[in-house]
């Protein structure tokens, strides 16, 4: 039952316990067998194919959906893994609406595309479930020793890619817990049933990857320390700082980085234990933007706002997210942005938002206000990369690290993917590239 409270009111336990498992059930069930057969039927298995072509990590789409439509499920998840060791939980969060079905011909033709990232779910999920372990041996043992920084989907491509090739790898990772943002990121009904923690189970299972948690750049890990102990270093840290948003009001109770939060949801044994208030504002148009709004409507917030200083179509959240977010509940307020946050003792009440105009390109406020009533405030604008962590030895570029093609960094031993890069993409499926580019790179340095 809601419960109320005098002040702002953030409280747990807004619904019925029963609902909350129905709310975060998973959002795309597994295909039944018939129903993986007859969408794979629909594969015209293009030579040239578009889709295979959208992919980051070049999946062989048609060869893939051709052993599943004959049977042959096994050999369609090896086909996946072998260019996508986390191909489990691409087909789970990957944007399939706006890279690989985008492309698809029957999308083209019909505007009903191939359902090609259920399909990979289902050859993937099948395989992990009757397999334990990956399906590559773990090449003869090279002498050589690769530090790898952070244990989310850049890292673990990238070290399960060396033990593939038999170095030996240690991954190290500043959380108790390894697989980044797919355990700590994500919305909890893209992936259910501990579906993370046992994806990096079975990325681990090709051994020689020795996992080190709690340990962290710039704390208890240094990076020329690191550089002195091992053969080459791969840096997939991520962005652990969350920026601000710059305006009045913003240390008050009840303003929060939808980063943390989520992070708190992912790992909440008991969601209705999880407080969440009662008029909800998140400031931002990205996939965590909508990841928080969804998933505090679901926890039983009334109103929920998403506001964004530019049109919706400018939004980084796909058509697909934006839709998901309306029919959940979620409003979309566009063309503005925050310029204070009003309360009382210490606490939100309210967020000030200005209306934003683009004119001619040129983006400014009006000068109009309008202000809603919250009691949380979420800031979804974006993360940075805590430099501190790389002891201002590295080439950086608006606050991210420089690599090359093959993500080698200006420091000839260290590469790096994922996030933290320059020109990289806030993707799951290219942190998985950039770490197996990665990986290739620096055995074709370890062998020479």
């Given amino acids: 039952m809601t419960q109320t409270k005098a002040g702002p009111d953030i409280v747990a336990g807004r619904l019925p316990e029963d609902v909350y498992a129905e709310n975060f059930s998973d959002l795309h069930p597994l295909l039944e067998s018939h129903e993986a057969q007859v969408e794979a039927d629909r594969c015209y298995f293009c030579y040239d194919a578009p889709c295979m072509q959208a992919c980051p990590t070049s999946i062989d789409i048609p060869q893939f959906i051709r052993q599943i439509s004959t049977g042959n499920p096994t050999g369609s998840a090896k086909t ?20 690989c079905e985008q492309v698809c011909v029957r999308e083209v033709a019909e505007g009903k595309p191939v359902k090609i990232g259920q399909l990979q779910r289902y050859a993937t999920d099948h395989y992990m479930a009757e397999n334990d372990t990956t399906p590559f041996t773990r090449g003869a043992a090279t002498g050589k020793n690769v530090a790898v920084i952070g244990a989310g989907p850049a890292g673990l491509s990238c070290a399960h890619r060396l033990a593939v090739h038999g170095h030996d790898v240690t991954l190290f990772d500043a959380r108790e817990k390894a697989g980044g943002l797919n355990e700590f990121g994500i919305a909890s009904y893209k992936s259910v049933d501990n579906f993370a ?7 681990l299972s090709i051994g020689g990857i020795e996992l080190k948690t709690g340990m962290r750049l710039g704390e208890n890990l240094e990076l020329s320390e690191l550089r002195a102990s091992y053969d080459a270093v791969f840096l997939g840290i991520g962005l652990g700082g969350v920026n601000s948003l710059g ?7 009840g303003s929060m980085d939808a980063v943390s939060y989520i992070a708190d949801l992912r790992q909440a044994k008991d969601l209705s234990k999880l407080p969440v208030g009662r008029r909800v504002v998140v400031i931002g148009g990205g996939m965590t933007a909508v ?35 309306q029919t ?17 003792n210490g606490a939100i009440t309210g967020i000030e938002l ?8 040129s983006f ?16 979804a604008v974006g993360q940075t990369l805590v430099q501190t962590d790389l002891s201002g030895s590295l080439t950086l570029e608006k606050g991210r690290i420089v690599v090359g093609d093959n993500r ?41």
């Fill in 328 to 344: 959940t509940g979620v409003k979309i307020m566009t063309w503005a942005q925050p310029k204070a946050l009003v309360g009382a």
């Fill in 247 to 253: 305006v009045e009001g913003e240390d008050k109770s």
């Fill in 364 to 379: 400014s406020g009006t000068g109009e206000t309008i202000t809603l009533p919250a009691d949380m405030v979420f800031k």
């Fill in 354 to 361: 200005e209306r934003t105009q683009d004119q001619d390109g």
């Fill in 408 to 448: 080698q960094t200006s420091l000839a031993d260290v590469w790096a993917g994922g996030d933290c890069i320059f020109g990289g993409e806030d993707l799951t499926v290219t942190a998985v590239e950039d770490g197996k580019i990665a990986a290739e790179s620096i055995n074709a340095a370890l062998s020479a």
């Fill in 80 to 99: 996946i893994f072998d260019q996508n060791i986390l191909g489990g939980m691409c087909a789970r969060v990957c944007p399939t609406e706006t890279l």
């Fill in 197 to 203: 923690a046992r994806e990096v189970e079975f990325i």
């Fill in 291 to 325: 990841d928080i709004a969804v998933q505090t409507k679901l926890l039983g917030a009334e109103d929920v706002t998403i506001a964004y200083r530019r049109g919706q179509d400018r939004m980084n959240a796909s058509e697909y997210e934006q839709h998901l977010a």
